[in-house]
C-alpha cells in the first residue's frame, strides 16, 4: 500500500490539473503552467460592444433628408393652378343646358287637367296682349279694349248644370254630374266647378277674383282631387306662386286661370263678337296649378247644338293643340244665354273623350 505523504502528493497535483483546467492554463514548453488572461479582456469586449448597437439608429434619421424632397412638390401647385383653370374654361359649358332645360316646366302635369283644363303648351311664345286674325287689339292684354269687357257684359250670378257622356276606348262612361256656380257682385267673383258621381264631389275647381274694365282678374284658382293644390295671380308683382312648389312663373296682363278662361270667352263676345269673327284667333296666358301657359283659341263658324236643355246656337271655340300629347278643347258658347257654355268637349290624342253637355241654367 503506498504511503499517505505520496497519495497526497497525486491528490494535490490532481487538483492543480482541474484548476488549471478551470482557469484556462496551457502547458508551456518549459513545463510550467500559463494561465491565459486573454479571456478575461475577450469578455469585457464582449460587454462593451452593446452599446454602440444603438448608433445604427442615426441611419434611419437619414430619411429625414427626405424632406428636402418635397420642394419636388412644388410643381404640384403649378398642376393645380392648371387644373383651376380647367373648372374655370369648363363653367360656360354647363351655361347652355341650364337655358335648353328652362322650358322644360312646360310639359309638366298635362295628364291631371280636370274637364275645363287643357294641357299646357310646351312653346309658350308670344304675348298674352296679342292677338293674332281679324279684330286683332293689344287692349288689355288679352284683344279687347278696356271696358268693353266690363261688369256689364258679364253674364249675372247664375248655375248651370251639366250631363257629362265620356269615352274611353271603346268603353262608354256615365253617371257623372258636373254643377258650375257662377257669383258675382260687380266687383268680385267666385266660380266653382264641380263634378259628382251620386253625391260625392270627384274633382273640384275654384277661381276667386275681381271684375276689372278688361274682365275677369283672377286672384286665386286651386284644383281638388285626391288633394288639394292651388296658385296664386299675384298682379301687383307680377308673378304667379303655387303652392306644390313649382318654380314661380312670370304673369302677364290679362292672365286667365283654367276655369276663368271660359267666362272670359263668353264676355269678350258678349262685349263685341263681332271683333272675333270666324277665323280670328285669341292668344291669352292660362294659368293652372302647377304652370301657365298660352292658350291660343280659334274662332270657328256658329253651329246648332242640341243639349239636354235644347237646341242653342252657339260660338263654336277651339283650343289649338301645339303638341304631340296635347289635347283639343272645344267650346260652344251660345249668344241667347249671354255666352254662357251649352258644351265642352275635351278629346284626348288617343281617342278618348269627355263631353260636358247642359242640362239646365238657373238665376243664384
Given at each position: 500500500m503506498p504511503s499517505w505523504p505520496r497519495v497526497a502528493a497525486i491528490g494535490a497535483v490532481v487538483l492543480l490539473l482541474h484548476a488549471a483546467l478551470l482557469l484556462g492554463a496551457r502547458w508551456q514548453p518549459g513545463g510550467h503552467l500559463e494561465i491565459a488572461q486573454r479571456q478575461v479582456v475577450t469578455e469585457v469586449r464582449l460587454i462593451d460592444p452593446a452599446p454602440p448597437a444603438p448608433r445604427p439608429d442615426p441611419p434611419p434619421a437619414r430619411p429625414s433628408a427626405a424632406p428636402p424632397k418635397p420642394p419636388v412638390a412644388k410643381p404640384a401647385p403649378a398642376r393645380t393652378a392648371a387644373a383651376a383653370d380647367a373648372?374655370?374654361?369648363?363653367?360656360p359649358q354647363p351655361r347652355p343646358p341650364e337655358a335648353r332645360?328652362?322650358?322644360?316646366?312646360?310639359?309638366?302635369?298635362?295628364?291631371d287637367a280636370p274637364v275645363l283644363a287643357a294641357a299646357p303648351v310646351a312653346e309658350g311664345s308670344g304675348d298674352a296682349a296679342a292677338m293674332v286674325g281679324?279684330?286683332?287689339?293689344?287692349a288689355q292684354g288679352i284683344g279687347f279694349a278696356a271696358g268693353n269687357a266690363g261688369a256689364s257684359h258679364i253674364h249675372p250670378s247664375a248655375r248651370l248644370s251639366f250631363e257629362m257622356v265620356a269615352l274611353r276606348g271603346?268603353?262608354?262612361w256615365k253617371g257623372v254630374f258636373g254643377q258650375l256656380d257662377w257669383r258675382h257682385d260687380g266687383d268680385r267673383y267666385e266660380a266653382r266647378l264641380a263634378l259628382k258621381v251620386l253625391f260625392k264631389t270627384v274633382r273640384a275647381q275654384v277661381s276667386t277674383g275681381r271684375i276689372s274694365n278688361g274682365g275677369l282678374a283672377p286672384e286665386r284658382f286651386s284644383e281638388t282631387r285626391r288633394q288639394g293644390e292651388s296658385s296664386e295671380l299675384r298682379r301687383a308683382e307680377s308673378k304667379v306662386v303655387f303652392s306644390n312648389g313649382a318654380p314661380e312663373a312670370a304673369l302677364e296682363p290679362g292672365a286667365q286661370d283654367r276655369l276663368s278662361v271660359v267666362l272670359q270667352l263668353g264676355a269678350m263676345l258678349a262685349a263685341d263678337d263681332e271683333r272675333h269673327p270666324p277665323g280670328s284667333r285669341i292668344l291669352m296666358q292660362v294659368v293652372g296649378v302647377k304652370d301657365a301657359e298660352d292658350w291660343t283659341f280659334e274662332v270657328l263658324e256658329d253651329a246648332t247644338v242640341s243639349v239636354p236643355a235644347g237646341q242653342y246656337r252657339a260660338r263654336h271655340l277651339i283650343r289649338i293643340p301645339r303638341r304631340p300629347d296635347d289635347y283639343r278643347m272645344d267650346i260652344w258658347l251660345a249668344p241667347d244665354l249671354g255666352y254662357l257654355p251649352v258644351q265642352m268637349r275635351q278629346t284626348q290624342q288617343n281617342g278618348d273623350v269627355i263631353d260636358l253637355l247642359l242640362r239646365d241654367v238657373s238665376p243664384l
Open positions: 373648372p374655370k374654361r369648363a363653367r332645360t328652362s322650358p322644360s316646366p312646360s310639359p309638366n302635369a298635362t295628364t281679324a279684330g286683332a287689339s293689344g271603346v268603353q262608354p
